[in-house]
């Protein structure tokens, strides 16, 4: 399928225009930034680039997507579309990699014809995707190295849910429940049973029995689960009562129960309630997992709770209360002219641009330093260059979509999250957790 369509309209009436006025062939750069983080929020995660090299292959106009155009494109630019591919340059801040307000996050540089097309491309993709890195970072910060587990693919769109596993994943996520993202993406995928299993073995009462015998449902369902999966398995003990279904599950399997799963319930109370029944049961390395509405504050909430592991859905897919990372794609340099908006809360930064990070002796950020793209600061023992290339002549440089790039963007988070002063590792509202220095283009 082509990814030619997924743009908006305007693009390709600005490009119709530039065709006719002998504009299209200027060389451009344009330039994706995020004027401010999502309210409250201290830091970003850049994710989507390999997803976003990748569909940069497939952005081709055939004869299908040729034909739904055809109605308001005059014949030049229908023949401009026909023959186009990308082949210019993109630069840009690594998968993983920790951004803030002004960042220059991608630089895509080209003739205006052939970088003003990719704008919705691009911004659907980045915004979609740094979203939930940003939001599942912070949920693997408030779990303080105990797994996370991504489970959110029946809450958003169906293609959605395979970007947000990936998303998930990069940002320190154990692994998804969600198959698609594991062909892929390689992301390991994860997952036992619901309570529709315990509830398929409800069986019709016998002739005296005084009520519905719950328990021997459950027992004869963790049975099927065990018998088929090992003991090692998880048991979904919620589904009538938690006492009785943990007295269930270890029935069934034995205290060598890989783990029992709460989804529901005063979570924490829970918890301490069945460890302690657990331990009792002679269960005590069979593990805790919670699920159920689960934010990055109620999982910090959770952190002095005898709790394994966590599954994480709606919050984390849906980007935790910001869906979108707000980032924009703008004109910011014409035939080696820096070029600006001015319009009031959108002004932009002309010029092509790269970015380095300033940091102490002990590897904490202080500041990041936005500055014309040949004209780096000062040598400084303690700083790092932010910007790499990603395409060279429409072509990927290096693995940008492989599994060792996402192997690689997963360190990168982890490094970048370490390397955070305290307080831009807060949950709560405030600052970004470092200042951005714009170094203006020479005039």
Known sequence: MTAALLTDKYELTMLAAALRDGTAQRRTTFEVFGRRLPEGRRYGIVAGTARLVEALAQFRFDDAALASLVDFLDRDTMAY???Y??????????????????????????????????????????????????AAARMVSAAD????????????????????????????FTGSSNLEAQRTYGVPALGTSAHAFTLLHTTAAEPGDRGPSTSAWERAAFRA??????????????????TAGVANAIEVAGPQL????????????????????????????TQIVVSGDLDEFAIAALRAEPVDSYGVGTSVVTGSGAPTASLV????????????????????????????????????????????????????ADQ???????????????????????????????????????DGLKLSRGEPAIPTRMIPPPR
């Open 85 to 134: 591919r990308f082949r210019g340059d993109v630069d840009g801040y690594p998968e993983g990699e920790l951004y803030f307000p002004g960042s220059p996050i991608l630089s895509v540089h080209g003739t205006f014809g052939e970088c003003v097309v990719l704008e919705t491309l691009v911004l659907s993709i980045l915004n979609h995707d740094s979203a939930v890195a940003s």
């Open 329 to 380: 794609y703008k004109l910011v340099e014409v035939d080696g002219i820096p070029v600006e908006k001015r319009s009031t809360h959108k002004q932009s930064h002309g010029g092509r641009k790269a970015a380095t990070r300033l940091a102490k002796p002990s590897g904490t950020i202080v500041e990041e330093i936005v500055h014309p793209h040949d004209r780096p600061p000062a040598a400084d």
């Open 384 to 422: 790092r260059p932010l910007t790499v290339a990603l395409v060279r002549g429409g072509e990927p440089v290096g693995d940008v979509e492989g599994r060792a790039s996402l192997d690689a963007a997963r360190a990168r988070v982890a490094a970048g999250l370490h390397s955070l002063p305290w």
């Open 81 to 83: 579309l026909a023959e």
């Open 258 to 285: 890989g783990a029992v799963r709460i989804d529901s319930g005063d979570l924490g109370v829970l918890a301490r309630q069945v460890r302690d029944q657990l331990d009792g049961l002679g269960a005590v390395d």
């Open 225 to 242: 689960q065990v018998d088929a999966l090992g003991v090692g398995t998880t048991l979904l003990v919620d589904t009538y009562d938690i």
């Open 145 to 172: 190295d105990r797994p996370l587990i991504e489970m959110g693919s029946r809450r958003t769109h169906e293609w959605a849910a395979v970007a947000s596993a990936r998303a998930a994943y990069l940002a320190g």
